[in-house]
T-cell receptor, first 114, second 115 residues
Framework: AQTVTQSQPEMSVQEAETVTLSCTYD???????LFWYKQPPSRQMILVIR??????QNATENRFSVNFQKAAKSFSLKISDSQLGDAAMYFC???????????FGGGTRLMVKP | KAGVTQTPRYLIKTRGQQVTLSCSPI?????VSWYQQTPGQGLQFLFE???????NKGNFPGRFSGRQFSNSRSEMNVSTLELGDSALYLC??????????????FGNGTRLTVT
């Protein structure tokens, strides 16, 4: 069975500052993918960034980057230059081998202070 | 391209009734999956359909069922509703022709309240 753990239920950051959200996971699969999704009050889950487990290079998407530590099974999300629009629930997720099922963490609520 | 469309957005039902939720995937996406989101259990996988076949199923009772039509639209049905079925039901589609890293695209969800 796969598990994903987000140990920070809530985080806050000052606008324009940097924040890191933590995620650890467990899987017996050799080939898998990791994702961070954002869920604003509109409820729609939006893909923020994804990481292939076989790639050592950390993924980056504009102000969003990850720190992927495969041996430690850790996948944290760094948000630089935080903006008010970044306020949302953030979910870390892990695919199964077939890629047709996601296991989600419990989420981290990010608040951005002006 | 239109996104994933879920209808209705809100639904109120009584215990014991049944309900059907609908999902239209992004054009060209043949994989549709469903997730239940509750404050207590978080996001849990219900099932996934590809080309009208259920390929994977989560750990939910048989009261939860789904189907997919030839145009890739999907429905999920919950029979004999219980109070604990109150949740946000999210549908997601993906282009399953590619590698497994093809991401899920989610709809806005259907908020089901069982009274």
């Amino acid at each position: 069975a796969q598990t994903v753990t987000q140990s920070q239920p809530e985080m806050s950051v000052q606008e324009a500052e940097t924040v890191t959200l933590s995620c650890t996971y467990d899987t017996s699969e050799s080939d898998y993918y990791l994702f961070w999704y954002k869920q604003p009050p509109s409820r729609q889950m939006i893909l923020v960034i994804r990481q292939e487990a076989y790639k050592q290079q950390n993924a980056t998407e504009n102000r969003f980057s990850v720190n992927f530590q495969k041996a430690a099974k850790s996948f944290s999300l760094k948000i630089s230059d935080s903006q008010l629009g970044d306020a949302a629930m953030y979910f870390c997720a892990l695919t199964n081998n077939a890629g047709n099922m996601l296991t989600f963490g419990g989420g981290t609520r990010l608040m951005v202070k002006p | 391209k239109a996104g994933v469309t879920q209808t209705p957005r809100y639904l109120i039902k009584t215990r014991g009734q049944q309900v059907t939720l609908s999902c239209s995937p992004i054009s060209g996406h043949r994989s549709v999956s469903w997730y239940q989101q509750t404050p207590g259990q978080g996001l849990q996988f219900l099932f996934e359909y590809f080309s009208e076949t259920q390929r994977n199923k989560g750990n939910f009772p048989g009261r939860f069922s789904g189907r997919q039509f030839s145009n890739s639209r999907s429905e999920m049905n919950v029979s004999t509703l219980e109070l604990g079925d109150s949740a946000l039901y999210l549908c997601a589609s993906r282009d399953a022709r590619g590698r497994q890293n093809s991401p899920l695209h989610f709809g806005n969800g259907t908020r089901l309240t069982v009274t």
